[in-house]
């Protein structure tokens, strides 16, 4: 069975758990569709059961070659010159000024060069299976919603070229034709906003002793240059990002998360041996993406490394399955990374030893016993310090951690003594003393006088009972209170505060297959948060990035978080030292592609034509809505499904 089968059979299977039909019937709509499953989800719930079969989708033939493969000579070739000379001294009507705009888009060529891949840095694709399983009605009632509201997923728009300048400091939109990988795009749209990666990528072009870096190495330098200083809203890239190899994705959660985590981890190990491979001499230990753990046992105060198992990671997995964590980032996160045995009174830890400038969290949602997802949401910081799960810390953050233990132990009785007070067999005694004591008070009366001192006696017991039940449960109240805050602060020490690190990316999933139903939340150098979907960039409140609860209904949200070593504000806002050649380059195309635009359009770049961006990032710019305003541009290129137009840099 080729390749091409083995996918199409992984969406019937997709499409036939989700509509609840036969594989025959989804096999026959789906071909109908051309192999997209959204467009088939939709034909389905419009009735469409796959009559008049087409011809089948792909070849029912062996093929030997592999069907992500890049043939070399596709990305190669010459580029198309240009000998336009425009005349400055005719009139410039809409007629005019249009057919030269589209002229210039034929010789302005943003997005990186052709070059052929390098096979040093090519991924492996992932096969695993996915779970499917949610109620037909209820994921057809969300599938409507959620359809309706993002439209169609797979198709790349055009907008009037106004409206494909970029404003300010607005990142760049970076897209590509293959929906598949579009989650990619969205992964190097938000790596080129974190300054660590863009100053460590400049690097990248660098000659090593004299010889020239490979060509994958110069197409990233490129392309994250663009996405720095490029004019354009949007890039469209057909080369990069294929060359990379990323994972197909197939439209479900788990196989997002899964191709994500390849697809960073490839690069991360890519570009970090670079990087070591250059600064060899200098800093041997250069650690962008990749940090080294390993596995340590400790009993009372002794703390021992296991043998052999010092490794690099750059994605750690957070698998939420454990019922004893809150449902947040670092809770999971401390249960995942530390196991405690009651019996020999044992912790294993897995710690870092040396951290990475960037941390990467695969969030992994699980399902309940029922088999159905829970809609809890997850939660995670806008910062925290990593001092606790690093090795040399591991004795202090030991002791904290029986402290904590100790609290949440105190909490747990606590809370039962509470219980044992206040229920009775599901009945609530306050409310029950209550009603008793009213009864007693106001309804109760008896005109002999030994009935009626009995009922007042009565009366008397009923409310000292219920004064001691609710002082008591005050009093329990205000000490978990305070237990609870002691838990929240018990690692706050200066000793465990010493590695900062901030939240700069959130991808989200909204449970369904499609290009439009994936995004990315970015944090951009001015604190300023930033929406990615697909072609449209929009200004959000940081609460937004915090709190989208998007896809929680489908067992889907959040599933790649992306955080950075904490940076002072004028390292944060530095300028990026690009390549010359590029920097000049980016300028003349910038300087062309303004220069066809209308004044109004030009206005909203925020930036004069003649700007010198040789010493200047464009991301240093502050945006032009005033921070926590909402704004929204449709951003895209016309002729996007132009070659000439996904490139930058001739």
């Known amino acids: 069975m080729t390749a091409e089968q083995v996918q199409e059979e992984k969406s019937v299977g997709i499409l036939a758990n989700m509509m609840g039909v036969d594989n025959d019937q989804a096999r026959r709509v789906l071909r109908k569709h051309n192999g997209n499953v959204e467009k088939a989800v939709d034909a389905m719930l419009l009735g469409d059961n796959g009559d008049d079969e087409p011809p089948p989708l792909w070849p029912l033939s062996e093929s030997s070659q592999d069907p992500g493969y890049i043939d070399p000579a596709q990305l190669t070739g010459q580029h198309p010159s240009s000998s336009e000379v425009i005349d400055l001294t005719k009139d410039d009507t809409d007629s005019t000024r249009t057919m030269k705009l589209g002229q210039a888009q034929d010789d302005t060529k943003f ?43 797979d198709e790349l728009e055009m907008f009037p070229m106004e ?30 906003q974190i300054p660590q990666v863009r100053h460590r990528i400049a690097t990248l072009a660098d000659p090593i002793d004299g010889s020239p870096r490979s060509e994958l190495c110069l197409q990233i330098v490129e392309l994250f240059s663009n996405l720095d200083l490029a004019q354009l809203s949007a890039i469209v890239d057909k080369e990069v990002l294929p060359c990379m190899r990323p994972p197909p994705w197939n439209g479900s959660y788990a196989s997002l998360g899964d191709a994500s985590k390849d697809f960073l981890r490839n690069f ?50 957070i698998n939420t399955a454990d019922p004893s964590a809150t449902n947040d980032l670092i809770s999971h996160l401390s249960h995942n990374l530390t196991q405690y045995d009651e019996i020999t009174r044992t912790t294993s830890h897995d710690v870092i030893v040396e951290p990475s400038e960037l941390l990467v969290f695969n969030i992994q949602r699980t399902t309940s016993g029922s088999g159905k997802s829970t809609a809890e949401p997850f939660t995670f910081p806008k910062q925290f310090y990593l001092d606790r799960f690093i090795y040399e810390n591991i004795q202090i953050t030991q002791q904290k951690r029986v402290e904590e233990r100790e609290m949440q132990h105190e909490i747990s009785e606590l809370v039962k003594k ?123 409140p ?24 904490h940076l002072p504000d004028e390292v944060m806002r530095a300028p990026v030292a690009w390549p010359q050649a590029l920097v000049e380059g980016l300028q003349l195309m910038n300087e062309k592609f303004l220069s066809y635009l209308p004044p109004d359009a030009v206005a909203k770049a925020g930036v004069p034509i003649a700007q010198d961006i040789s010493n200047v990032s464009m991301s240093s710019f502050s945006p032009n809505p005033s921070k926590g305003q909402e704004k929204t541009t449709e ?12 490139q930058l840099i001739e």
């Open 163 to 192: 409206e494909s300048v970029r404003e300010g400091g607005r990142p760049v939109a970076l897209r590509t034709d293959a929906s598949e990988i579009a989650y990619a795009a969205l992964i190097i749209q938000a790596l080129a």
């Open 542 to 565: 940081e609460e937004t990035a915090l709190m989208d609860s998007t896809g929680l209904h489908l067992g889907a949200g959040p599933y790649l978080l992306i955080y950075s070593q």
């Open 635 to 646: 951003i895209g290129v016309n002729g996007v499904q132009s070659q000439s137009q996904a």
């Open 268 to 317: 991360a190990q890519g570009v970090d041996n670079q990087l070591n491979i250059q600064y060899a001499q200098e800093d041997p230990s250069v650690r962008l993406f990749q940090f080294l753990h390993a596995k340590a046992e400790s009993r009372g105060s002794s703390t021992r490394f296991l043998r052999h198992t010092r490794t690099t990671g750059n994605v750690v997995g």
């Open 418 to 540: 509470k219980k044992f007070l206040t229920d009775n067999e599901g009945r609530d005694v306050l409310t029950d003393l209550r009603i008793s004591l009213h009864y007693f008070q106001e309804v109760a009366h008896s005109d002999k006088p030994e009935r009626q001192t009995s009922i007042e006696r009565t009366a008397m017991k009923l409310r000292g009972l219920l004064d001691s039940i609710v002082s008591a449960v005050r009093d329990i109240d205000a000490e978990i209170e305070r237990l609870q805050a002691a838990v929240a602060s018990v690692y706050d020490i200066p000793e465990l505060q010493k590695n900062l690190y901030v939240l700069r990316s959130v991808f989200m999933h909204t449970g369904l297959p499609g290009r439009k139903q994936i995004y990315s939340y970015i944090q951009d150098a001015q604190e300023v948060w930033w929406k990615t979907m697909d072609h449209i960039v929009t200004e959000v």
């Open 111 to 153: 997005g990186p060069s052709e070059r052929p891949s390098d096979p040093t840095w090519q991924m492996v694709t992932t096969n695993k299976q996915v779970d499917t399983n949610q109620e037909d009605q209820a994921m057809n009632e969300a599938i409507q919603a959620s359809l309706a509201e993002f439209g169609p997923s």
